[in-house]
């Protein structure tokens, strides 16, 4: 069985431009969970998609967005990058109301 | 409050036990979790234990829960120098809307 898919795996941009990362979840998942894993600040949990539908989202300025598309697959999108914005962006993904989420190998961003 | 605190490091020999502690504050917490993290790697899902229980055993690996210390430990039975990696602990809590709440990691170190 695949597991939760990350594309690209780096991504590189300038202060200022918008980021797009994806992530497919495991077959039959229809939760998305994004998290930020930056240096110094640890893992943060940043938005939670269920049936395509955005259910939380964590302490992150409104420039973090996303979706999740009928296939269940998700996108997060940053806007207005920040330097502070570099980091490892971890997908997961889990049955609906389920507590074992699963994660994806992540996308690293750096933002020049 | 939410907050989940490990240290930071823990060196063992080959072939010993090691133990990962961790401390969370929230007492409603309903799942505890072990997640492992090999370099430039996401998340690897070890195991997790519902709050009702104290402890759980899966092959190697043994999670003891004191509720009552709010303290969750992992123990690695004859640790080998493929787990070394970083071992977050993590909680969900009710009305937490599946978001998981990770400490900063330990970093084991196994050496020959």
């Known amino acids: 069985e695949a597991g939760v898919t990350q594309s690209p795996t780096h991504l590189i941009k300038t202060r200022g431009q918008q980021a797009t990362l994806r992530c497919s979840p495991i077959?039959?998942?229809?939760?998305v969970y994004w998290y930020q894993q930056a240096l110094g600040l640890g893992l943060q949990f940043l938005l939670w998609?269920?049936?395509?539908?955005?259910?939380n989202r964590g302490n992150f300025p409104p420039r973090f967005s996303g979706r999740q598309f009928p296939n269940y697959s998700s996108e997060l999108n940053v806007n207005a990058l920040e330097l502070e914005d570099s980091a490892l962006y971890l997908c997961?993904?889990?049955?609906?109301?389920?507590?074992?989420?699963?994660f994806g190998p992540g996308t690293r961003l750096t933002v020049t | 409050g939410e907050d989940v605190e490990q240290s930071l490091f823990l060196s063992v020999r080959e072939g010993d036990s090691s133990v990962i502690n961790c401390t969370y504050t929230?007492?409603?917490?309903?799942?505890l979790y072990w997640y492992k993290q090999e370099p430039g790697a996401g998340l690897q899902l070890l195991t997790y234990?519902?709050?009702?229980?104290d402890m759980k055993q899966d092959q190697r690996l043994t999670v003891l829960l004191n509720k009552k210390d709010k303290h969750l430990s992992l123990r690695i039975a004859d640790t080998q120098t493929g787990d070394s990696a970083i071992y977050f602990c993590?909680?969900?809590?009710?009305?937490?809307?599946?978001?998981?709440?990770f400490g900063a990691g330990t970093r084991l170190a196994v050496h020959p």
């Open positions: 997961a993904s889990s049955l609906s109301d389920n507590y074992e989420q699963y």
């Open positions: 077959s039959g998942h229809t939760s």
């Open positions: 998609y269920d049936e395509g539908e955005e259910r």
């Open positions: 929230d007492s409603s917490s309903t799942y």
């Open positions: 234990i519902f709050s009702n229980m």
């Open positions: 993590a909680e969900s809590i009710p009305g937490g809307y599946n978001k998981l709440i």
